[in-house]
């Protein structure tokens, strides 16, 4: 077997293989004479059918088969010959005229991991932000834990309902004239003003008492995630039914121990302490992004196609989850969505080289430690999470995790990375 290797550019490689002669007859040979132990024809017995006549009515069928599984037998021995880190399935075309035993070749078009020039992480240069928590931040953290143990009463004299109120009702829905009673509901109960509600429907409950009815119209997007409502005009059809008031708790030492602290300075001291712990980590997650960016500026590298439009799938995905939470209709792909994708396959391609350099390896030590991190971050038990991940994917994915926050943490150990305090609240 004769294998000749032309590159075809950075990242694809081209491998023409001919095959000898001999190895191609005794596969011929072996296919015709299974199917000849088969084959039943008109005029000759059952395993008793000529050769030249099996070849009339076999032969394209005999001829495919055993040419793909002379490749299968070959290609991985072609490439390992070479030592090519082949990406994807390779593309593999039949050369010349294979009625010629003598002259059976083909070539396999390959995608191989690009070469990556010596990376100097000493010349990355990166800032760090700091994120001082201002002082009015403490206060709003109390104001939302007064707001998230709120009870609800029954207004003592009746009145219109305001913004914060919990308000229930009746709700119809007509579109373009036409009732749905798919979007209708009884005895509907939201906060006002919790984001829960289209606009609209939100401002229009403002200011209806106990029994009060009004017709709210609105008009949704052409791009509205449910087609039977783009474009078109609904009349929301409203009848309050009742409404309670939001009753605050005082902010005091009792409150504290609701929350499971022994006082209200305690709690302070817990929510700062929070609030610090979050700004560090937003710091960290811009300097490690910021680190990976410079990375991937600082060092060209070809991107394989077949990876690329693996993420982009990946990215799109991403894109229609969250259009759907949004409501509306995913856009299709953009350019920057194409770059994003670029990006990310150039900065796994760096990151991975960085490891096999420098030797960092996920040991089962490492994984233990992140699934009891997972562990105590979601509150479930730590043996849980070990049987979660022994699903081979999951665990891959794991792996994948571990690995790339090592190797970023040495990147960021060589780096020239200054501090620069950000303003208080930013």
Known sequence: MQVNVSRVSPVEVSLRVSLPADRVSAALDRAYNEVGREAQLRGFRKGKVPRNVLKQVYGPQVTSDVLRRLIDETLPGAISAEKLEVIGQPRVEPEGDLADIANWVYTAHVEVRPEIAAIDLGKLALTRNLYPVAETALGEALERRRNENATLRTPESPRASVTTDSVTFDLKVSVDGAERAEFGAEGRTVEIGSGLLITELNDGLIGLEVGGKKDISVTFPETHARKELAGKTAVFHVTVTAIQEKVLPNLDDDFAKDLGEESLDGLKAKITAQLEQAAKERSDEELRNDAVEALVAQNPVSVPPSLVTQVLAQLQQEMVREARIRGIAPEGISDELKSEAESRVKAG??????????????????????????????????????????????RDMLIGAVLEDKVVALVLSKAAVTEKTAEAGK
């Open 349 to 394: 391609l760096l990151l991975t080289e960085i490891a096999k350099v420098n030797g960092i390896q996920v040991t089962d030590a490492d994984l233990n430690a992140r699934m009891e991190e997972i562990a105590k971050e979601t509150g479930r038990a730590v043996q849980r999470v070990r049987v979660e991940y022994r699903e081979p994917q999951k």
